[in-house]
């Protein structure tokens, strides 16, 4: 092999190595960036859960003595079961703001709410 033969291949090499490096560049950062949106929608979709559970509670609680055409017995139960979902609810709310809100807060998402059921701030 002669001497410029030697440096085309050198050359050669370090351009494909270049590009492929370059390559593996892009899909890394294409990868780190999916996950950067990922990570948002994570957390707005924990905000929407806490929002989505309180007025599911608000809405079980309003359930209660819907029904005013119905015998006594089954109003009492439909009342009980409809608080029975209501505190059920809420409890997931109360859950899943504990366990949420700090990692919220952390994202600067932190969010201000207050439940209609029960006067407790979120």
Known sequence: ??????????????????????VEWAKTHARASRWQEEVLLIQEEMQRVIAFL??????????GHRHS????????GLAAYAAHQSHLMQHLVETFAALWYPTLLEANLGMMMMSPLTGKVY
């Open 54 to 63: 309180d007025w599911n509670a608000t809405w079980w609680y309003s359930q």
């Open 1 to 22: 092999m002669s001497p410029s033969c030697s440096n085309k291949f050198s050359l050669f090499f370090v351009l494909i190595t270049s590009l492929g490096m370059r």
């Open 69 to 76: 055409d119905v015998r006594d017995d089954i109003k009492a």
